[in-house]
């Protein structure tokens, strides 16, 4: 069975696809890292600065990086809009057969067996084709009619094989329950030292 569809891409598809992109959520991650991190010595040690001091620069460098989630979640669905219609007509093309999956646009052909695609991941808006961890391709739900969205979403499924992906939120703990046993260590160490 041979499933066709097609719409206009507009940036807004890919605005709304790196809302759901792992890497650029990475940023806000690493704010809470950066505050926790800045933060924690000060709460095990015995002298405490003014609140300002020590409060006030771990914030601001992780309003900094939310910031920079913001502007790279942005400047990546421009440059992928950009790479994926170029200056020509927007109209774009999608094709999933017994064969794999298929996006034909005015600037370039892509044919993936159903192995080459790494996982599936279903948005709002649109299905996002993962070819890898960090190579994405938008196919927004109105390129397909109601009962053709049916279709796509079994055929996802039957053939998508989801290879396992890295822990993110794995190592994140991994690197805070290490700074918590250095801040411990060091407290414990610093602690017992007469003055």
Avoid at 53 to 68: E, Q, R, S, T
Avoid at 71 to 100: D, M
Wanted: hydrophobic share 55%; proline share 6%.
């Amino acid at each position: 069975m041979v499933i066709e569809g097609r719409t206009e891409f507009s940036q807004t598809d890919f605005t709304a696809a790196a809302r759901n992109l792992p890497w650029l959520t990475l940023f806000g991650r690493l704010a809470l890292l950066f505050v926790l991190i800045n933060v924690l010595p000060v709460l095990f040690s015995d002298e405490r600065p003014p609140l300002g001091a020590w409060l006030v620069p771990p914030i601001f460098m992780a309003l900094i990086l939310l910031l920079g989630m913001g502007v790279s979640r942005y400047a990546w669905a421009a440059n992928s809009f950009r790479e994926a219609v170029g200056a020509g007509p927007r109209e774009v093309a999608f094709r999933l057969s017994a064969e794999g999956f298929e996006l034909d646009s005015t600037l370039r052909r892509i044919q993936l067996a159903w192995p080459a695609i790494a996982r599936v991941t279903e948005t709002k808006e649109s299905f996002l084709v993962f070819m890898g961890e960090r190579s994405v391709l938008v196919a927004p739900f109105r390129a397909f009619s109601s009962e053709d969205l049916r279709l796509v979403r079994r055929t996802f499924e039957q053939h998508v094989t989801v290879r396992p992906r890295a822990q993110v939120w794995r190592l994140t703990l991994l690197w805070l329950v290490v700074v918590i046993a250095s801040l411990a260590m060091w407290q414990f160490l610093h602690g017992a030292q007469p003055p």
